[in-house]
Nanobody
Framework: QVQLVESGGGLVQAGGSLRLSCAAS????????MAWFRQAPGKEREFVAR????????YYADSVKGRFTISRDNAKNTVYLQMNSLKPEDTAVYYC?????????????????WGQGTQVTVSS
């Protein structure tokens, strides 16, 4: 089992920045690729960013490419999502997820473990 706890959400004006954190515990977290997803009201949960087990490979949704950066510190069992140039359409609950899959997977069924989510609200 892997337990994930997100933090760092909040209210920010458009153009601002936030840094989300995901603290992991349980099984060896470094053996899992990690990702961030988000879900806006009335919409399906969507992929945001993914980072490989060692942190060397990252992959982003087109909607956040160039604005968001995913990173990880395996020594601290923590994954981060730095979000810059935020837009109102980035408003959502952001979830951290872990997967034992090796490929670049972006669908929710591919992820074995999920956090409880943290709310990000971007005002215009």
């Amino acid at each position: 089992q892997v337990q994930l706890v997100e933090s760092g959400g909040g209210l920010v004006q458009a153009g601002g920045s936030l840094r989300l954190s995901c603290a992991a515990s349980g099984r060896t977290v470094s053996s899992h690729a990690m990702a961030w997803f988000r879900q806006a009201p009335g919409k399906e949960r969507e992929f945001v960013a993914r980072i490989s087990r060692g942190g060397y490979n990252t992959y982003y949704a087109d909607s956040v490419k160039g604005r968001f950066t995913i990173s990880r510190d395996n020594a601290k069992n923590t994954v981060y999502l730095q979000m810059n140039s935020l837009k109102p359409e980035d408003t959502a609950v952001y979830y951290c997820a872990a997967t034992s899959s090796q490929g670049v997977v972006t669908t929710t069924p591919s992820y074995n473990y999920w956090g409880q989510g943290t709310q990000v609200t971007v005002s215009s």
